[in-house]
């Protein structure tokens, strides 16, 4: 292993820790950051987060400070914030079963099953479009409902809770104590 150049170990005197406990929510949030680079890490009970800013000539310290909450799903995400929306799916897809319904002159019975297929799929906890469209795809709604086009499967999707309630208990608080810290400091 002498000559192994796959282990890097490197000293930082950027780096900082923080740790928030907020509406019986906790989150240790770590930074690592010189002028134009900022990570960020953050081990929540929400879930684990983290992303890389680099911006030449901007300082990405200042940028995370004035981030918005979209921006900020987005990319401590990676872009996997939304989720299937229950509720208006489930409307949706109810509303699509009446009108094949109707048109295939089905029964009540038929109908109501239907239904049931919907609700049971509708409450299967947090998932993506994606996820949902093969659960979808996987049961007997594709072939009864969406004529195996899996085009025709619209997703109603919002942002997760959990990056909500992250943005709101955690990192709001954060960016107030990293602030004051900044004003401390000058």
């Not at 907020?22 to 010189?34: A, M, S, T, V, W």
């Not at 000539?57 to 979209?70: Q, R, T, V």
């Not at 489930?90 to 109501?112: F, Y």
């Not at 049961?139 to 959990?162: G, K, Q, W």
Request: aromatic share 12%.
């Amino acid at each position: 292993m002498d000559n192994d150049k796959s282990v890097v170990i490197k000293e930082n005197n950027t780096a900082k820790i923080y740790h928030i406990r907020n509406n019986h929510e906790y989150g240790k949030f770590i930074l690592f950051y010189q002028d134009s680079y900022l990570e960020i890490i953050c081990h929540t009970t929400y879930g684990t987060y983290g992303h890389i800013w680099s911006s030449p000539g901007k300082s990405a310290y200042e940028f995370m400070l004035k981030m918005s909450f979209n921006t900020f799903v987005e990319k401590m995400s990676e872009g996997r914030h939304l989720i299937v929306d229950h509720d208006k799916q489930e409307e949706t897809m109810i509303k699509k079963v009446i009108e094949v319904g109707n048109e295939n002159n089905w029964s009540e019975k038929e109908i109501e099953y239907q239904k049931s297929l919907v609700q049971e799929i509708c409450h299967c906890g947090y998932v993506n479009s994606e996820e949902f469209r093969m659960l979808i795809c996987a049961s007997e709604l594709f072939e009864n409902i969406y004529n195996e086009d899996y085009e025709d499967i619209e997703v109603e999707e919002m942002i997760h809770p959990h990056l909500e309630n992250l943005w709101n208990d955690l990192w709001v608080p954060l960016i107030s104590k990293i602030k004051e810290e900044s004003l401390i400091e000058n």
